[in-house]
T-cell receptor
């Protein structure tokens, strides 16, 4: 149980375009999901908390208008990188609070690698 | 806020030896911690967790130690195997459900 998927796995886009990344909880409902970004050989940086049915909560320094988050259902959160530029190229990872057996903890998706040309 | 690493520290161990990976966390109010393993190009994978009311927790081949006095966590891997080669992160929780990640350590197991 507690499987999180992301789509797409890879995306290459031109500078100035917008890219949408989906995060799904496959076998459980998640009222809260999280979005992280990770640069090569660096740690995960929490970008925002996605709340089902309400606005996302962004970490300090993360541009809300740049990274649009929508959590329209209990199993789906989307992150849209608007007007992407090369510096937005990164590995984007989502996570959700789920339960496996008796354990409730945070489970991660496989990540989406974004390359902006 | 979160801890963002620069370049990952590295640790190399011989296959069969025990590994100890250390993590300094940032917030004394943190009350829940998780160790994650991340293989190249993949998302983090849960290994083991510990709450602040404990100082030690054991899993299969792994043990986590928590020292709240010095804000330090360690992950011990017994009889390290080549499949253990990965980057290991500790993550702390002190507010809501958000987790903040430490710098990470790259573990290489030498056959």
């Amino acid at each position: 149980g507690a499987v999180v998927s992301q789509h797409p796995s890879w995306v290459i886009c031109k500078s100035g375009t917008s890219v949408k990344i989906e995060c799904r909880s496959l076998d459980f409902q998640a009222t809260t999901m999280f979005w992280y970004r990770q640069f090569p050989k660096q740690s995960l940086m929490l970008m925002a908390t996605s709340n089902e049915g309400s606005k996302a909560t962004y970490e300090q320094g993360v541009e809300k208008d740049k990274f649009l988050i929508n959590h329209a259902s209990l199993t789906l959160s989307t992150l849209t990188v608007t007007s992407a530029h090369p510096e937005d190229s990164s590995f984007y990872i989502c996570s959700a609070i789920g339960t496996s057996g008796s354990q409730e903890t945070q489970y991660f998706g496989p990540g989406t690698r974004l390359l902006v040309l | 806020g979160e801890s963002v690493g620069l370049h990952l520290p590295t640790l190399s161990v011989q296959e069969g030896d025990n590994s100890i990976i250390n993590c300094a966390y940032s917030n004394s109010a943190s009350d829940y911690f998780i160790w994650y393993k991340q293989e190249s190009g993949k998302g983090p994978q849960f290994i083991i967790d510990i709450r602040s009311n404990m100082d030690k927790r054991q899993g299969q081949r792994v043990t986590v130690l928590l020292n709240k006095t010095v804000k330090h966590l360690s992950l011990q891997i017994a009889a390290t195997q080549p499949g253990d080669s990965a980057v290991y992160f500790c993550a702390e929780n002190y507010y809501g459900n958000q987790f903040y990640f430490g710098t990470g350590t790259s573990l290489t197991v030498i056959p």
